[in-house]
């Protein structure tokens, strides 16, 4: 099986497009040479002038369609993994909440149980949650909040199967240093849900942290007197920070700065979508507190910010449409940059020869034409 796209502008890994084919042999990305040698009929797809980029990673969500990652069951992840396959979505990380440790532990092994059969491949868990801080719990559940452990974590670790891949932690919380130091090297470290300082978020990206979850959302904001962790963030260079673009969490004129300031190298677009995306208004649960959704707006009964409505090909456009980032941009925050965070940028994120042949091709209005899988067209 091989198929060749034409007629594109194609995203380049460095972050622009220019006009070039795509080719693909067998699940793989393939060079021209190789695609010319390979066995069997060659089948085409005109891009018609679209655009043609890679399939996007979503590393931190948590459902849609009306399931959830704290669902804890292989169903779930098959209606969520078809879900962002149809978005353009092609590898997922979703996320838990806090939670007991029974209901992670069982969250964890429906990832480790889970197989792919159909939708969009699912490469590890997120756990947002329960390492995080009273203060700054947002829409989570304050009653399981607990401090650091590096044993849960690892039996956690165990029960998913090595799936977990990205820890949130509150790096003033009892022991949060001693446990960044020690998961950094099996795990990426985001700071999260945190009333931390400048100078305790500069320490836990010093002790190993990298990245910053949903950054201005349940953290200190940033001021010229204390920059907080946004400004810890931005004097580490090696920090990459999440980002949601729905048009709920961040105003545009606040995305366009994190912009200037961190560059399209170390954002990380993300939408932390729950269980109601795709569906229609109403009352939804997000870790076991109801939810009300209208439009693109997700609160809790107290009004606190619920997660989002929006996957991240709507973000995507969003920042575009509504927010004026650049569209090369925007698809290396969306797919390369997640890639890179997660560690699977050498199978993910770009249009590489030797990487899945996980391809979407968007029209000049940035609506969704085509979705490719491995190869295969939907």
């Not at 007197?225 to 949601?244: K, Q, T």
């Not at 973000?315 to 927010?323: D, E, I, Y």
């Amino acid at each position: 099986m091989k198929h060749k796209i034409i007629n594109g502008l194609v995203f380049q890994e460095e972050g622009s497009f220019k006009p070039a084919s795509v080719y693909m042999s067998g699940e793989r990305i393939v060079t021209e040479e190789a695609y010319r040698e390979a066995p069997g009929e060659e089948t085409l797809t005109d891009a018609a002038g679209g655009y043609v980029i890679p399939g996007l990673t979503d590393i931190h969500f948590h459902g849609c369609m009306g399931s959830d990652c704290c669902d804890g069951t292989v169903e779930a992840l098959q209606t969520i993994a078809e879900y962002e396959l149809r978005q353009g979505v092609t590898s997922i990380t979703p996320a838990t909440m806090t939670m007991p440790e029974e209901v992670l532990t069982q969250i964890c092994r429906s990832a480790r149980d889970y197989s792919h059969s159909g939708g969009a491949d699912l490469c590890g868990l997120y756990l947002e949650g329960p390492f995080i801080s009273a203060a700054k719990k947002g829409a989570q559940n304050e009653k399981y909040i607990r401090p650091a452990d590096m044993g849960m974590l690892e039996r956690l670790q165990e029960a998913a199967g090595g799936q977990v891949r990205t820890v949130a932690v509150a790096p003033e919380t009892p022991g949060a240093m001693d446990f960044i130091r020690e998961a950094c090297s099996s795990v990426r470290i985001s700071i999260a849900h945190t009333a931390a300082d400048y100078d305790t978020a500069r320490e836990a990206l010093a002790c190993g942290a990298s990245q910053l979850t949903h950054m201005y959302n349940a953290m200190m904001p940033f001021s010229h007197r204390a920059p907080g962790p946004i400004g810890a963030a931005a004097d580490d260079s090696r920090c990459m920070v999440e980002l949601i673009c729905d048009g709920v969490h961040i105003h545009p004129a606040a995305v366009r700065t994190t912009f200037k300031i961190f560059g399209d190298d170390r954002i990380v677009m993300i939408s932390d979508s729950m269980r109601a995306a795709g569906l229609e208004d109403g009352r939804y649960d997000l870790g076991g507190q109801t939810v009300l959704v209208r439009g693109n707006l997700a609160i809790l009964e107290d009004g606190t910010i619920a997660g989002s409505v929006t996957n991240l090909m709507d973000c995507v456009r969003t920042a575009v449409k509504t927010m004026g980032i650049p569209l090369a941009s925007a698809v290396k925050c969306a797919a390369v940059n997640p890639a890179r965070a997660v560690g699977i940028y050498d199978e993910y994120g770009s249009l590489t020869p030797g990487k899945y042949a996980n391809v979407v091709i968007l029209d000049q209005d940035l609506e969704l034409k085509t979705v490719f899988h491995r190869s295969v067209r939907l």
